[in-house]
């Protein structure tokens, strides 16, 4: 039986190395793998010595094209998530999907997965949305079968960001705050969960469908928090702050660093008082979700995975 060929862009990233974590064992599909950061595909490489991985630049025309030769899936996972400039964005959201999407017609690839976002229905107006929002019309009008997911906040193995970088600042520092009283709803998804629908997709061919896929559980930020806390060994003091003094710091933090892990952008977001919409998506996909505080437990306690840290 011939091998489904799957290509998937983005993949030394969260969602990337996660998926392949849990796909390259399988005997019915071949990988072809694409990522641009160096130290992130060095990580993969030697989590991954047998998958194949090739280091580009999607929004640059290369000999990463050939690739697409032959493929029978896409999954379009590659996505700047935060910066400072727009920049980055229209690069690595706009033009990297252009590029994608013409490599994918010139090569007759039948079908792609396309990974987008919840802001897409957010309150939010920032660099993310704006390019998330345009990258996801550009795959649905490019004239190829595809399928849309919508992740809310994701954790999981290998999160150099959001819950995993506060998860390692809470072991670092004393005192760990949080913007006013933390009483934010959340709905923060199991990067597991999302890997199996997404693993669903590749296996069973759905044209034409935009799914919403949230955190089938509803927290408050603060209360979210504390339970990282237990499941990652933080010893911080959560400390509620004010939010303009919490933005004051994240700014000047911004004016040292070039790439910084949280961004007052992304505050904003943060506490924008907005649910997002919750589908049956157990069972559209047949996936069984995590219960939070398991996923928490396989995130921060597995004994390989939770030691790595990718780049920024």
């Known amino acids: 039986m011939s091998k489904k060929r799957v290509l998937i862009t983005g993949a030394a990233g969260l ?21 641009k950061h160096p130290e992130n595909c060095a ?18 025309e290369g000999d990463w094209t050939k690739a697409l030769e032959g493929i029978d899936v896409v999954v379009m996972n590659h996505a700047q998530i935060g910066a400072l400039t727009e920049d980055p964005f229209i690069a690595n959201n706009l033009t990297a999907t252009e ?6 017609k010139a090569s007759n690839v ?8 919840s802001v897409v229905r957010s309150m939010a107006d920032d660099f993310y949305t704006r390019s998330k929002t345009a990258q996801e019309k550009m795959v649905l009008e490019s004239g190829i079968d595809a399928v849309v997911l919508r992740p809310t906040l994701m954790f999981g193995w290998f999160d150099r960001k959001h819950l ?15 913007p006013n009283w933390g009483r934010y709803i959340r709905q923060p998804l199991y990067a597991g969960d999302f890997c199996a629908v997404i693993t669903s997709c590749i296996d069973t061919k759905r044209t034409g469908d935009v799914y919403d896929i949230s955190g089938q559980e509803k927290v408050f930020y603060v209360d979210l928090i ?7 060994g933080g010893k911080a003091v959560i400390l509620p702050i004010p939010y303009h003094l919490f933005w004051i710091l994240l700014k000047v933090y911004g004016l040292f660093s070039s ?3 949280f961004t007052t952008s992304q505050l904003e977001a943060l506490v924008i008082p907005e649910e997002f919409p919750v589908i049956d998506w157990s069972e559209i996909f047949s996936v069984q979700a995590t219960p939070l505080e398991t996923a928490f437990n396989e995130t921060y306690k597995h004994p390989e995975y939770s030691k790595v840290v990718l780049e920024f």
């Not at 969602?15 to 990522?35: E, M, P, W, Y």
């Not at 047998?50 to 640059?60: G, K, M, P, Q, R």
Request: with cysteine; glycine share 2%.
């Open 15 to 35: 969602v990337g190395q996660n998926l392949v974590a849990r796909l390259k064992s399988r005997d019915d599909l071949d990988l072809i793998c694409i990522d």
């Open 43 to 60: 990580i993969f490489r030697k989590l991954n010595p047998d998958v194949t991985l090739i280091e580009a630049d999607l929004a640059v």
């Open 99 to 104: 590029q994608v999407l013409k490599a994918s």
């Open 110 to 117: 039948p079908y792609i997965v396309h990974i987008s976002s």
């Open 164 to 178: 995993g970088w506060l998860s390692r600042f809470m072991k670092r520092v004393p005192v760990f705050p949080i």
């Open 226 to 232: 504390k339970l990282l806390k237990r499941a990652s």
């Open 259 to 261: 790439n910084p892990p």
